[in-house]
């Protein structure tokens, strides 16, 4: 992770200061580790809690801080996939969601937005049973967000850009208008 220090040139006088907002921005970072709520609205106009957190993990003795949901919201992949019949499907297993924070970045001293790296993020895998046959797929899934410091709130979005069921590429569900995406305002858990 890279942080620039800002300087500042004051009219009234002949001196310069130089502040270090590394700390400032450590903080942020610091900060945003936690665990979050919210609710997400399906394609089918349900709504779902949300749980998940970012949390720094150690595999290794490498250090990466992770977005983790243990319980995906499959929802919306199977609202794409079956739209006339997704009520009827059983999720017998799926894996818990984490992928790496890549990309971070400062839109100001109290808001930060980030990215996941999809190059290090493992398929989110799952297994579900239809009208009484048992099926099995992946899904790749790209996260971003921005974090409200002040407000202790996180907007996530999770998109699927990768889908297989059966061994067969369903990823053409992923893009234009038939995106899988999922959004939220996320609160801390106090």
């Known amino acids: 992770m890279f942080f620039t220090g800002i300087g500042f040139i004051s009219c009234s006088d002949d001196t310069a200061t130089t502040e270090d907002y590394t700390s400032l921005f450590d903080g942020i970072f610091a900060s945003v580790k936690s665990e979050y709520t919210g609710n997400l609205t399906l394609l089918d106009n349900t709504a779902v809690a949300l749980k998940f957190k970012i949390t720094d993990d150690n595999i290794s003795g490498a250090v990466s801080t ?23 499907i059983n999720v017998s297993s799926e ?3 984490v992928a790496p924070l ?3 970045g400062f839109l100001s001293s109290s808001i930060m937005n980030f990215k996941t790296d999809n190059s290090h993020t493992s398929q989110l895998n799952f297994t579900f049973t239809k009208d009484g046959v048992k099926h099995t797929g992946w899904a790749q899934i790209s ?5 409200y410091s002040s407000q202790g709130t996180l907007q ?3 998109t699927v850009t990768d889908l297989v069921v059966d061994n067969e590429d369903k990823s053409s569900l992923c893009s234009g208008t038939n995106s899988i995406s999922y959004t939220t305002l996320a609160e801390k858990v106090q």
């Open 156 to 158: 996530i979005t999770f």
């Open 66 to 88: 992770d977005v983790k949901v243990s319980e995906f919201p499959m929802g919306n992949i199977f609202y794409n996939l079956y739209p006339n019949d997704y009520n009827h």
């Open 102 to 104: 890549d990309s971070v």
């Open 95 to 97: 894996d818990e969601y």
């Open 143 to 147: 996260t971003t967000g921005i974090y």
